[in-house]
């Protein structure tokens, strides 16, 4: 039996302990798998695959590929929901306000017309409350859909994403699925321009037919590319993802390493599935999908008929 660390080390100090643990309640070693495998029992004709866009363009950025598989090649019902619609970032000023939500409403319909994808419009009273809080009437109306559509997976953005928008929209998917009491619902985080993904878990290979298409899906948001193109940028990403996914996924190629020639897959998208680890060190603290989740699995208590309360503290992740 080896001697432990500190009694055969000449420079040992206590502080030391505490820093080598942090490692060791961080969760095991990261291991990525097809999210297809994931997605396998929760998809169906009545538990449809949803995308929560904090904005009209960031379904197509994160998971286009995700989406147009799912909704066109397999014939599953795919949710794009638009969470907070708005004028911001629209460069016409010979518009006003209502038109230029109209003109980003517009390019959120076309773009998941082209992915196969239903679009819902939220419109939420939070896109000009401080701090994107949701009025009482926003809380109603989520909890009201998650109830009604059923959600079999979810895409959120990340935790530590930059955005306040986005963190937002994460924490309003945990108010809608607690609220539903959805504990069925698979939850994956999908990578944003403004928060890349903490631990990836999850890949989705796509082929040169779907990179076209999420390409064409970008373009919709005409008002978006004149000010960022993220056209070239996704295409890179997406490739360079697909070369290092064989490294992430411990050594496995993509196509089978009978078959390295083959270029039929040419980029990933990448997803971390959600799960609650009670044995995590403080795995909620500034996370609300955790919080939501753990409430989900009987790990958390919660008031249900207090549920603004649960979606103030719950939104309030820092910068």
Request: with cysteine; charged share 20%; hydrophobic share 40%.
């Amino acid at each position: 039996m080896s001697q432990p660390i500190e009694s055969r080390s000449t420079q040992w100090l206590p502080a030391f302990d505490r820093l080598l643990r942090t490692v060791k309640e961080s969760g095991p070693h990261g291991h990525l798998t097809d999210i297809r495998e994931s997605l396998r029992n929760v998809l169906g004709p009545n538990r449809p695959l949803v995308m929560l866009c904090p904005h009209a363009d960031d379904g197509a950025i994160t998971a286009a590929c995700l989406m147009h598989e799912y909704a066109v090649r397999r014939g599953l019902p795919v949710i794009e929901v638009l969470v907070f619609a708005g004028e911001r970032n629209v460069a016409a000023p010979w518009l006003n306000d209502q038109k230029k939500v109209s003109v980003r409403e517009s390019e959120f319909r076309l773009e998941c017309s082209v992915l196969g994808a239903e679009s819902v419009c939220w419109d939420l009273d939070a896109y000009r409350t401080p701090g994107y809080q949701p009025s009482g009437h926003d809380i109603d109306k989520i909890v009201a859909w998650f109830r009604d559509r059923k959600p079999g997976a979810v895409i959120v953005p990340p935790a530590t994403d930059a955005h306040l928008a986005h963190r937002m929209t994460r924490a309003i998917a945990g108010v809608g699925l607690v609220g539903a009491g959805l504990s069925d619902t698979l939850v994956l985080t999908g990578w944003t321009p403004w928060g890349p993904l903490p631990k990836p878990n999850a890949y989705f290979t796509y082929d040169g037919e779907a990179e076209r298409t999420k390409e064409w899906a970008i373009h919709c948001h005409a008002s978006q590319v004149l000010l960022t193109d993220y056209t070239e940028f996704c295409s890179h990403l997406g490739r360079a993802y697909a070369a290092l996914t064989r490294e992430w996924a411990e050594g496995h190629s993509l196509t089978g390493r009978a078959h390295r020639t083959d270029e039929r897959f040419v980029g990933v998208e990448l997803f971390q599935v959600e799960r609650y680890d009670p044995t995590h060190l403080d795995p909620c603290s500034t996370d609300p999908i955790m919080m939501a989740l753990g409430m989900l699995g009987g790990y958390i208590p919660y008031e249900t008929e207090k549920l603004s309360n649960l979606a103030a503290g719950a939104l309030a992740s820092p910068v």
